[in-house]
């Protein structure tokens, strides 16, 4: 049965997605087969640095099964550009071109040398192993500060230099600030690397439609909008020649956010064939061939007055971007660069981040992008000058938050943030988790001499999304947009068919963007079909990323169901021969004010639309409305996080016991998926500040390069988490809704880690790197002691 229509915002409505994926009917790229379907297999480098003196395709064509194999020379007027690097952040920014394969040098190990064509997968991935390449192996650099010292081996021998790029932003007379300041703290943190471990990775099948010269690419992807149009520029086969589907997509968390050398050769191998040509990643590849995530050397500073007043903050950080610059890898640490103030306030501000070239893999957004990265900074160095002035923590925080506010301020970094209330969330939090007893059985077990030791810590995070708007995207120097679409159907039966501009992998949007349009229409959810992931069926869109789409797509959806409610009107006014003044509209049905048995439901209007036998004058036929919204601001969640975990002083093992998040993500369409959201992004956080770590040799060999040395979280190792709401709508759209994919995996980690100091606090443990391993947990307490590590 149709639910009701209005009040549908706001209540948990189960998730339409789920009969198809759970019943296993889904379709993911990997279980497409076309007629005629040959499979590709990508000879990678062994090396993180080499000069390729020749590529021997011999062996491997002699196999069975194989139609074709080419090197990076082969392959070289098949581009008409390099793949897409769509963030050049400075005007003198040293950008090398990328290839799909490397022509003469390897750069990173995993870099592409040759594909081979095959009847089969296994031919094919037989046909990899066949391929000789000959390899003079050069110098190699994985460290970044190694990479800016004199004398360091090149990456890009033509750039003279491994800086990429500097880039600086100030608000306020930092010096003078820093300069007069009675009390300064300064902070180093290592934000180590990540590798992104979607269900499904990565997989492409490119076809070519002989009848139409044309070509449909599915496609793993968050993209398949900017991936059309990257396609075109690397390929030179025109936009109206590509349609780019992504199907069901098994998550995505940034790396998925990309256009990736295999998309490319599909299409170029696709076209040279003419036959459709498949590509599916293996989880070693995801290792070494999908693009990283963080990487960063911090020096945080605050300057504040002897009570711990924050007065200023002056970042200065190194960005890894591995070997070659991806679609934002040099603008991702951009995404936090107004963020290292969190929620508190001061009057200046200094932020410069310095990208540097190594031989690893290229790094990327991965979930947060740039904003983890900075709550990570004012949150750890809040804490020290907590430590520093002799406060406690939760005091420091609440005499810095910025005030409340129900409306947009401004924030020391220079921009605008749209409401909030920061001491509201925190309180909350402390309740959800006790804090009273914990502090309690903290100090029983100390003073005990438990060897299992509690600790606590804060995180109160100011996040900002909802990527848009344009002109600021602009003045950043990002070369696309940040708008979205949607269109809006009334379909003669009074179905409702919505084309959305956003991408879903694991977020849900064919339920919560139904709910939308259910409460705009008054029609049921189940009434509504969403469409999305096809740039044939909607052509009109900028994807999925920075926890955008319900800010952005969702008020373009919104807008475009208030368009036909107008035009509904109209035709409901020339029906009932009444003013349109003199209607009342609520859930989706018209009726004349003071005579509400004259009325007209928006399915019965869409019927009168479409047959058109009497339509208002100059009213064209149908209910079916586009509404393409750039909004003025972005949207600014934020809220508090409050980790409790348990440290074995014995074996320096670390679990996290209790977890409380209280965020405000504004006007919430639905709850249950909200909790999902933040619950997912909280255990991801959790997992970069204990488990997860990319390790590169000096060799610049990934010593992690596979699910048994590269620490991922089970379900027994995560604690429940207790959640908390507040709602203040956002003032930068009309649904007053901001935006929340991120906002855990955002807070958290300064939570977890700022708690394994706490618990070690009394012994002398003030630093702590992460993740927080117990061998690292191990060594700080058995350095605080002063014994032998
Ligand atoms: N929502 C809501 N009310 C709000 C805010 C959001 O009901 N006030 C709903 C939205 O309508 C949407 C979902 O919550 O259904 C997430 O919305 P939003 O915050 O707009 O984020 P996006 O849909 O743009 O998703 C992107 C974000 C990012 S950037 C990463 S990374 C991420 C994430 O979402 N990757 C994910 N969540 C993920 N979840 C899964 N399962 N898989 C991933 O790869």
New binding site residues.
Partial sequence: MAQVAHRVIGSSVPRKEDPELVTGQARYTEDLAVPGMLWMGVVRSPFAHAKINGVDLSAALQMPGVVAAFSGQDLAEDWTGPLLMAWPVTEDINNPPHWPLAKDKVRHQGDGVAVVIAETRAAAEDAVEAVDVDYDPLPVVVDMEAALADGAPLVHDEFGTNRCYTWAHTNGDVEKTFAEAPVVVKERYVIQRQVPN?IEPRAVLCQPNPSMGDFTLWTST?IPHIVKVAMTLGTGIPESKIRVIAPKVG????S??QVYAEEMLALALAKRLGRPVKWVETRSENYLATHHGRDQIQEMELAADEDGKILGFRAKIMVNMGAYLMIITPGTPLLGAWLYCGCYGGQAYGIEFTGVFTNTTPTD?????GRPEATYAIERTVDALARRVGKDPQEIRRMNFLPPSTESFPIPSGLTADSGDYAATFDEALRLIGYDRVRKEQRARRDAGDTKLLGVGFSTYLEM??LAPSRILSALRYAAGGWDAARVRVLPTGKVVVNIG?T??????V???S?IVAEDLGVGVDDIEVVWGDTEMSPLGMD????????V??VAVHRAAQRIVEKARKIAAHELEVAEDDLDYEAGTFSVKGAPDKAKTIPALAFSAWTAHDLPDGTEPGLDETAVYDPENFVWPYGAHVCVVEVDTETGEVRVVQYAAVDD???????Q??D??VT??VIQGIAEALYEEAVYDENGTLMTSSMANYAIPAASEMPSISLGRLETPSTSNELG??????TG?IASPPAVVNAVIDALSHLGVTQMDRPATPERVWKAIRGAKGGAT
């Fill in positions: 979607a968050q998550g995505g968390f940034g998925k956010l957004a991965y979930r947060g992008a999304c909802g956003t879903p992998h694991g977020q849900s949007h339920t919560t963007f709910q999925t990323y920075g926890s955008r789409s319900l800010a797509g969702g993500v504004g006007t919430v369409i639905n709850p998926i909200v999902g959201q997912g992004g809704v901001k935006g929340v994919g991120e995996t």
